[in-house]
């Protein structure tokens, strides 16, 4: 199975910061990422398909970039509705398998 | 509008078996592969598996840690999901999600309790 480690797991940050996730893959997954967004209670939220394509409706200050092994979620600029949990997924082969998550707090 | 509502968790025994159900609405059904994604209490998302669509014979993939115990099936005469879960251990609580992956859409998720 493809494992994804996420980085970091957890991180502080103050409204208007620019904030960086990132995955890797354990091998070469091509562009088959997605990013989703999980708040306490909700069911996961997806923000990025296809390592950079923003998702209907998920605001601009959302990006994605990266292919092959690493990955990038980047927020431009954090909004005090952007603090959650973020996972990403890889859907290159099976058994599909999510990074361990970050969450992301109010400093 | 696309809606997923997931039905059928509860408390059960270790050993016991449990089926979730996933009404699907808002897309056509038959045309979609379907996944079920769990999350254990406090921790973070793990795919269970999923159905490819009727073009694709109603295949299934499984993750290793439910394969031979999980069985996903659906019916797109009732637009429903399935996940037959039998042999179930205490490893197995968590809140069970359906998703669709080509709509992007995900249920609320129904919670199930495997306990003594």
């Known amino acids: 199975a493809i494992q994804m480690t996420q980085s970091p797991s957890s991180l502080s940050a103050s409204v208007g910061d620019r904030v960086t996730i990132t995955c890797r893959a354990s091998q070469g997954i091509r562009n088959d990422l997605g990013w989703y967004q999980q708040k306490p209670g909700k069911a996961p939220k997806l923000l990025i398909y296809?390592?950079?394509s923003l998702q209907n409706g998920v605001p601009s200050r959302f990006s994605g970039s990266g292919s092959g092994t690493d990955f990038t979620l980047t927020i431009s600029s954090l909004q005090p509705e952007d603090f959650a949990t973020y996972f990403c997924l890889q859907g290159n082969s099976y058994p599909l398998t999510f990074g361990q998550g970050t969450k992301v707090e109010i400093k | 509008e696309v809606q997923l509502v997931e039905s059928g968790g509860g408390l059960v025994q270790p050993g016991g078996s449990l089926r979730l159900s996933c009404a699907a609405s808002g897309f056509i059904f038959s045309d979609h592969y379907m996944d079920w994604v769990r999350q254990a209490p406090g921790e973070g998302l793990e795919w269970v598996g999923r159905i490819r669509n009727k073009a694709h014979s109603y295949t299934t993939e499984y993750a290793a840690s439910v394969k031979g115990r999980f069985t996903i099936s659906g019916d797109d005469s009732k637009n429903l999901l399935y996940l037959q879960m039998n042999n179930l251990k205490t490893e197995d609580t968590a809140l069970y999600y359906c998703?669709?992956?080509?709509?992007?859409?995900w249920g609320q998720g129904t919670l199930v309790t495997v306990s003594s």
């Open positions: 998703a669709s992956p080509e709509t992007h859409h």
């Open positions: 296809a390592a950079s």
